[in-house]
């Protein structure tokens, strides 16, 4: 029951820093780079790399969004939740109307999928859902969500959200792959007269890979 077909890896939102920095701030085009740097490292999946720049900037503006965004994306891909969670649950209490912020969030709550325990996914759950508040089209949540419930066997669910994340990204082939299993299964049990999980009289039950 793996969390996502192979080849692809668990998405993390990056921040990058805009063009309205004030003349008088003369380290602010260092901090810009700086941080987009960072978001570049983190898009190769080199977040060691992506720390040694983040964590400077951090100290410097404790505050900015998207430094924790950026900080938070880079412990999730080096499977540090707890220290993911510390960064970004400090930013979303700052910005609660960052998006980015809520779907790292989520990441972070959940840890691995296949060893997340309930607790884990409804604190991941309840982060996204607020990510999908703020941007109702935010980049991988209906993915995201949609896997969490196939993992926790509430197929109708599931199924729901990767139908969202494909009309949100119709491109999206994983939401595809996942759509297609769950739609086999479903034609499998209809022919034996059988619920599908998430139904009335349905049990939960993972699709499999």
Known sequence: MGGAP?????AVACGSAIETMSKDQENDDQFRRTLNESARLLSQNRPGEALERLLPLQKAKPADPDVAINLGGAYI????????????????????DNAALWTNLGAAELGRLELSGPQQ????????????????VAPNVHYHLGL??????????????????????????????????????????????????????????????
């Open 77 to 96: 891909l080096q499977r540090k939740w707890d220290r993911a969670v510390r960064v970004l649950r400090r930013a979303v209490d700052a910005h609660p």
């Open 148 to 209: 969490i419930y196939k993992q926790r066997g509430e197929l109708i669910r599931a199924s729901a959200f990767f139908q969202r994340a494909l009309e949100v990204s119709p491109a999206d082939r994983d939401a595809r792959y996942w759509m297609d299993k769950i739609g086999g299964l479903e034609q499998e049990l209809k022919q034996r007269n059988l619920p599908l999980p998430g139904e009335p009289g349905g049990s939960n039950m993972a699709a499999s890979n």
């Open 121 to 136: 996914q409804e604190r991941a759950i309840a982060a996204y859902e607020r990510a999908l508040q703020v941007d109702p």
């Open 6 to 10: 192979p080849g692809r890896k668990w």
